[in-house]
C-alpha cells in the first residue's frame, strides 16, 4: 500500500509541475498581450520608480492580472489533482504504461517504411482516380465537344 501512495504521489507532482509550467508560460504570455494591446492602461506603471526587484519588471495592472491568474490557476490545478478519483487514474495510467513493450529499432523502421510505401500507392491512385474521374465528367459536362 505504501508503494501505491508513493507512486500516486510521484504521478501527481509530475502532472502538476507539468502542467504547471504550461500555465506559467500562459500568464507570461498573458501579461506580454496585455501591455501590448494596452499599453497606456494595463501596460503602464502603478506608479513612477517602483520595479519588482528579482525579475526588474515594473509594477503594472498587467502584471498584477498575471500573477493573480498564476496563484489561482495553481491553486486550482493542486485541488484538482488532490482528488482521490484523478490520484487514482494517474497511478493506473502510469502503471498500464509500464506494460507497454515498446518496438525495436527494426520494427520502427519496417512499419514506417511500410506506411510510406502505403501512403505513396494511394496518392497515386487518388490523383489518377481524380484525373479520370475529373476528365470524364468534364467531357459529359461539355457534351463531349471539349
Keep these: 500500500m505504501a508503494y501505491r501512495k508513493d507512486q500516486g504521489r ?4 509530475t502532472t502538476f509541475w507539468s502542467l504547471a509550467v504550461l500555465l506559467a508560460y500562459g500568464c507570461i504570455r498573458m501579461r506580454a498581450e496585455l501591455t501590448g ?10 506608479s513612477d520608480g517602483l520595479v519588482l526587484p528579482l525579475v526588474n519588471l515594473p509594477l503594472s495592472p498587467a ?8 496563484v489561482a490557476g495553481l491553486f486550482l490545478l493542486n485541488r484538482a489533482l488532490e482528488r482521490p478519483k484523478n490520484a ?5 495510467t502510469e502503471s498500464e504504461l509500464r506494460k507497454v513493450t515498446w518496438p525495436t529499432v527494426d520494427e520502427t523502421v519496417d512499419g514506417s517504411v511500410v506506411v ?9 491512385f487518388m490523383a ?15 457534351g463531349g465537344g471539349a
Design 10 to 13: 510521484l504521478a501527481r507532482m
Design 37 to 46: 494591446q494596452f499599453p497606456d492602461s494595463l501596460g503602464a506603471a502603478v
Design 63 to 70: 502584471l498584477i492580472a498575471s500573477v493573480l491568474s498564476l
Design 88 to 92: 487514482d487514474l494517474l497511478i493506473e
Design 116 to 124: 510510406i510505401v502505403v501512403v505513396l500507392f494511394l496518392m497515386g
Design 128 to 142: 489518377a482516380a481524380d484525373f479520370v474521374l475529373g476528365n470524364l465528367f468534364a467531357r459529359i459536362i461539355t
